[in-house]
């Protein structure tokens, strides 16, 4: 399988090209605004991988080069929701129209399968677990919002132009090589002020968290498994761990066990922000695919793995 990966040198794509160089060639997209070229480093000692330089925001940069793949799988949007309330066009341009790009691209090159990756972000919010087929509510979010308006965009690419589109809305992902969230947000806010942490809201906010190497496997999984021309599949675990768990796991296992959490208040973290939030991934589940990792596993072992990222072992030797 020659697999095209649109922001595949990012946090999710990196972990993603590492499982699908055992498929056959793959070829990366990314403007490295985000993600690394060392990233790539396992997955490119096995001479599969092929790095291009580009902006999926340019259709003309992008089209050319994916021709003659069997898949594309579109990660590409804005890392960090929160930049979308002051800069309302990032969602639009990095998210809504680089997905359409993605597409026109895909159809263009004559590519039969193509992968979308989606939020939970797009049922709003809402008391009761969402399963696939739930969007009573609308997101809240501009980054939401743009996940929404990918998802149409994808299902009507695939009815109109009969090819195989797979939709995965994750949850809350986590583990090494982020660029935000909570735990990294706090153990940098930790490495800046060891000795008061920061949190915004009450810290009831609650939320389903995967870790990325499941994240991976399941949209692997999710596309081995999608009936055309379209499928949609929920990727989080059933549980969900609060951000005050976030914060104290983070501090227990900081160089800086000592430091007190200071709360700012209120229901949500930021504008926006989905404050409770559950999924369900019986779609997945019943076809055979498992996660490894519960919320609050997939969230101690993230946290164990930024520990090292921002805390390197020198730092970490002189703290108190």
């Known amino acids: 399988m020659r697999s095209f990966v649109v922001g595949g040198a990012g946090f999710i794509g990196s972990h993603l090209v590492e499982l699908l160089v055992d498929r056959g060639p793959v070829t990366v997209f990314d403007d490295l605004s985000v993600g690394r070229a060392a990233f790539l480093e396992l997955a490119s000692a096995t001479g599969r991988v092929r790095l291009i330089e580009g902006d999926a925001r340019d259709l003309d940069a992008l089209a050319p080069h994916v021709a003659d793949h069997d898949v594309v799988v579109h990660l590409s949007a ?9 800069d309302t066009r990032l969602d639009l341009e990095q998210g809504t129209i680089a997905t359409y790009n993605a597409l026109e691209a895909a159809r263009r090159a004559g590519v039969g399968k193509f992968v979308f990756a989606s939020s939970g972000t797009v049922y709003g919010e809402s008391e009761d677990a969402c ?25 009507a690419f695939a009815h109109c132009f009969d090819s195989c589109a797979t939709i995965v809305r994750f949850g809350n992902v986590v583990g090494p090589r982020g660029t935000h969230g909570a735990a990294l947000d706090f153990l940098r806010k930790l490495r800046d002020d060891p000795h008061e942490l920061e949190v915004l809201g009450d810290g009831e906010q609650a939320k389903p968290y995967v870790h990325v190497t499941d994240c991976a496997a399941g949209i692997l999984f999710a596309l081995d498994h999608t009936t055309p021309p379209l ?39 930021w504008r926006g922000d989905v404050a409770r939030s559950k999924m369900r991934s019986d779609k997945l589940r019943e076809r055979g695919f498992s996660l490894r990792h519960s919320s609050d596993e997939a969230m101690k072992r993230a946290v164990d793995e930024l520990v090292a990222e921002v805390f390197p072992p020198r730092r970490r030797k002189g703290g108190g």
């Not at 804005?78 to 002051?86: I, Q, T």
């Not at 969900?240 to 709360?263: F, G, K, M, N, W």
């Open 78 to 86: 804005n890392p960090e929701a929160r930049r979308g309330l002051v």
């Open 131 to 155: 399963a696939e087929e739930d969007l009573g509510r609308l997101p809240i979010s501009l980054y939401g919002a743009s996940k929404l308006a990918g998802e149409a965009m994808v299902s």
């Open 231 to 269: 499928e949609v599949f929920n990727l989080a675990p059933s549980d969900t761990t609060s951000v005050r768990q976030i914060a104290e796991t983070c501090i227990r296992l900081s160089p800086y066990p000592d430091a007190v959490i200071r709360y700012t208040g209120g229901e949500r973290g």
